[in-house]
């Protein structure tokens, strides 16, 4: 044998030892791990006739529920044990679309452990499940072009800190010489600047919308509602931060740091329940500002709607108001928890000859109902 081969040899084989030492010591750390039936479990599985099964390990448990906006009610589906300690229960069929689902353990919300498809919210985090189908193509992740979806962290003079917003721009955005229209668009009281992104697949929804020609490209902000912390849902500008927030920081940092339009024609704000609130808002209190308002699933309650009438009447009657393009009020039909107020806000519009359009889709209070908004007022946007 070459007597140069044998260092050689040698050399290769310390490494294979050392590989060797290093695997045993490795898997000698988990020895002690005994697999259970949760490791291979697939929490939610969609049958060919759109029921689902959803599934959680958790032996020890004594009771376990799922509930979520796929259901006709929000109460609690329970599900039952096996042998083996995993919980499961059948419900449906259900309709394709995107819904949002929470396991509670005895009495304890949790996220699905074996699904990382979560949506982001004030509070915490719900997953997500998509049931494909004819229905939900809306919102379906397709082969088209994508825009992107930034996560944008400034700094807000008003709020004496830093603030976070999401920005959508469409496809091809980086090679686009025209000033692009903005669309604000507004989370509800439960929600943070990431939901309409998650749950709402507001980006998905556009970019199928352009790859179609139903709308032109636009840029769209969703920012964070709650900047001041709390739930501010009264008539007027003066108590919520938001306001002075809103037009003192983050839209001249939009209108600073990407290529928009600033001009009241290519300027839109739509939001949904306390989102809502601020839209109705934006109307009657800066509508010189926007071409569009879209309050979706909302209404000033009762005590609002009468400081509304006793405080603001030069706002219902200020003229600026019926030069809006669009003054879209969209419900989620009668089982929305905002039905009513909605309908004695119409009146009080009514009373002062204010114009608007109405939609409904009768999904609830629910982003079922806000992503079906989002894709049926796009179109008719910056037209």
Do not use: C
Request: glycine share 8%; hydrophobic share 40%.
């Amino acid at each position: 044998m070459n007597p140069q081969i044998i260092p050689e040899m040698t050399r290769k084989l310390n490494l294979i030892l050392i590989f060797l030492s290093v695997a045993i010591v490795s898997f000698a750390q988990f020895q002690g791990y005994k697999p259970t039936p949760g490791d291979t479990l697939k929490s939610v599985r969609i049958s060919v006739d759109k029921k689902i099964t959803f599934s959680i390990y958790a032996p020890k448990a004594t009771e376990v529920t799922v509930s979520g906006d796929f259901l006709q009610s929000y109460s609690g589906q329970k599900l039952q044990k096996d042998e083996l300690g995993i919980w499961s229960v059948t419900v449906g069929p259900v309709a394709p679309d995107l819904y949002t689902y929470d396991f509670s353990v005895d009495g304890m919300k949790i996220v699905d452990p074996k699904n990382t498809q979560v949506k982001e919210g004030a509070g915490g985090y719900s997953n997500l499940m998509e049931i494909p189908g004819k229905e939900a193509d809306y919102l379906a992740i397709k082969n088209v072009p994508h825009g992107k979806l930034e996560k944008v962290w400034f700094y807000a003079e008003s709020l004496g800190k830093t603030s976070r917003v999401h920005v959508y721009t469409p496809p091809g955005y980086e090679k686009m010489k025209d000033k692009l229209p903005v669309l604000y668009l507004q989370h509800g009281g439960g929600d943070n600047d990431a939901s309409w992104a998650t749950a709402g697949r507001a980006n998905f929804i556009l970019d199928n919308l352009l790859a179609e020609g139903k709308i032109k490209p636009m840029l769209v902000v969703m920012p964070f509602g709650n900047p001041g912390g709390g739930f501010f849902s009264g008539v007027g500008i003066d108590s919520d931060p938001y306001y002075s927030y809103f037009f003192k920081d983050m839209v001249p940092y939009i209108e600073s740091h990407y290529n928009v339009n600033a001009s009241r024609e290519n300027r839109a704000y739509a939001g949904l329940s306390m989102g809502g609130l601020q839209a109705l808002n934006m109307a009657l209190f800066f509508p010189e500002k926007f071409a569009f308002v879209l309050p979706l699933s909302t209404g000033f309650f009762p005590d609002n709607l009468k400081v509304l009438e006793e405080k603001y009447v030069s706002n219902l009657k200020n003229p600026e108001i019926n030069k809006l393009k669009l003054f879209w009020i969209a419900m989620g039909g009668e089982k929305d928890i905002a039905f009513k107020n909605g309908e004695n806000t119409k009146a009080i519009f009514d009373k002062f000859g204010i114009k608007y359009t109405t939609n409904s889709y009768p999904a609830g209070h629910t982003f079922i109902t806000w992503r079906h908004n989002l894709a049926e007022f796009a179109p008719m946007l910056f037209r």
